[in-house]
């Protein structure tokens, strides 16, 4: 079955960096659109960023100028680089796959991985 993997989460004090991973199997990935969305504690999964299979990418106004989504179609491989990190931009953060025509449809999902920011 499809599998994704993320990494890279951690303890960073503020203005810090972070890159999260997120590594796919199983799944012809180039041909499909990514995001990766995040959820604090006590609060609902938002979206932070998304990527087509042909590169165009959006983020959110919260993250804009801040975070950077990227891919490897070579390597299966989705990746979030977080710059200037801030208090709220802590929570469990999951990639997944997505329609690419239809707005909000979501397909598999990773476990998550925590980024806390102190």
């Known amino acids: 079955h499809v599998q994704l993997v993320e990494s890279g989460g951690g303890s960073v004090e503020a203005g810090r960096s972070l890159r999260l991973s997120c590594a796919v199997s199983?799944?012809?990935?180039?041909?499909?659109?990514m995001a990766w969305f995040r959820q604090a504690t006590g609060s609902e999964r938002e979206g932070v960023a998304t990527i087509r299979n042909d590169g165009p990418a959006t983020s959110a106004n919260s993250v804009k100028g801040r975070f950077t989504i990227s891919r490897d179609n070579a390597k299966s491989t989705l990746y979030l680089q977080m710059d200037n990190l801030k208090p709220e931009d802590s929570g469990v953060y999951y990639c997944?796959?997505?329609?690419?025509?239809?707005?909000?449809?979501?397909?598999?999902w990773g476990q998550g991985t925590q980024v806390t920011v102190s």
């Open positions: 997944t796959t997505m329609s690419c025509t239809v707005a909000g449809e979501y397909y598999f």
């Open positions: 199983k799944y012809t990935y180039s041909r499909h659109c």
